[in-house]
Each structure stands twice: as structure tokens, then as C-alpha cells.
């Protein structure tokens, strides 16, 4: 069964309210939501409530889906409007962490299991950090979002021409920012 097909069956069963909808939500798109919200967020705690709240968000707000863009680009602007909302609440207050927490694992795979895969993603998040949040925003919604050129105009407001550019000058910045080897964007 393709991509499109799961998804089409998922959003009937999502919209029709059937036992299992929400699991096979999480099965099909729990962790590519989780990566993107990795690149977006800070940490992996927040990476993690990210993706659960923008899952949990899509099975109450199933029935908005309109069908215009592809299921998971609709869910990628639910995660990218939570992350916003979370950040403007974040400016707003004035608490001050001094120290950040190791990340503790949890009975999982033996430690340093995919420890390479982990620092190449850290880097990545933290290259992305590093750009302005227009080019954030193109780099995330083309890329992790894998919304063609045209469909990020159209979601962000703006002309193609200028989601190229934007696109051009934010892939320069992420080549300077990460090593040879992680030649990510062609």
C-alpha cells in the first residue's frame, strides 16, 4: 500500500472516530514529527511535547483537514504553528535557566545506540538555529515539510521566487555552518 493510500485510510478512520485511528496516527507519522520538531526545538524534552502535542492536536482537529495539501504537510503546519505559539508564550516570560539537564535514557537500546545518528542531528538543529526564521521556515517546510516550492509560497504567503531565494541563501549558511561530510541539501 503507498503513502497516499495509508494516509487517505488513516483520515477516513481519524474523521469516522475508529478504535486504533490515533495509534496508527502516531505509527505512520510519530516520528517524522518528532524529527522536525528536533530541528525546531531546543532539546529533546521539548521535541518530544512538540510532536505529542501537534499529534494530539490532529486527532481533535481531524475534521479541518481539507485535503488541499498533503496529511503530513497539514500536520507539519500544526507543529510549526505550536512551536511559534510556544516561543511568543516562551519571549513573554521572564524565567531564566541556568543549567540544561543531561539527557537521561530510558530502558531503551544500549547506550550510545545511534549516538552518530543523534550528533549528526544535533548539528543540523543547531545549523538551522543559526539562520534567520524566514529562512527557518523555507528551509523546514521544503525539506523535513517536503512541500514542493510552490506549495511553501503558498503556505508562507510569498512568491516562488522569493522561497528560492531564501532557500539559495539559507543552503549557503547551512554548508558553512556544518562540516564536508554532511553535505545534506545536494
Known amino acids: 500500500m503507498t503513502r497516499a493510500n495509508d494516509s487517505r ?17 502516531v505509527e505512520l507519522y510519530g516520528r517524522r514529527l518528532h524529527t522536525a520538531a528536533r530541528l525546531l526545538c531546543e532539546n529533546e524534552a521539548d521535541a518530544q511535547d512538540l510532536a505529542a502535542e501537534a499529534l494530539h492536536a490532529a486527532f481533535f482537529k481531524i475534521g479541518s483537514f481539507r485535503g488541499d495539501a498533503s496529511f503530513f504537510s497539514w500536520l507539519y503546519g500544526i507543529l510549526l ?3 511559534r505559539l510556544s516561543q511568543r508564550k516562551r519571549a513573554r516570560s521572564r ?7 543531561p539527557c537521561v535514557p530510558s530502558g531503551g537500546p544500549a547506550v550510545g545506540h545511534g549516538l552518530d545518528g543523534e550528533i549528526l542531528s544535533d548539528r543540523l538543529a543547531v545549523a538551522i538555529a543559526k539562520l534567520s526564521p524566514a ?7 521544503r525539506y523535513f515539510g517536503e512541500l514542493k516550492v510552490r506549495e511553501v509560497a503558498d503556505r508562507l504567503g510569498l512568491r516562488p521566487g522569493t522561497v528560492k531565494s531564501r532557500l539559495f541563501h539559507a ?3 547551512l554548508r558553512m555552518h556544518l562540516p564536508h561530510e554532511m553535505s545534506l541539501f545536494g
Open 171 to 173: 543552503l549557503q549558511q
Open 95 to 101: 524565567v531564566v535557566c541556568m543549567e540544561r539537564l
Open 9 to 25: 485510510e488513516l483520515i477516513r478512520q481519524l474523521k469516522h472516530g475508529e478504535n486504533g485511528a490515533a495509534d496508527r496516527l
Open 135 to 141: 529562512h527557518q521556515d523555507v528551509v523546514l517546510l
Open 81 to 83: 504553528n505550536l512551536h
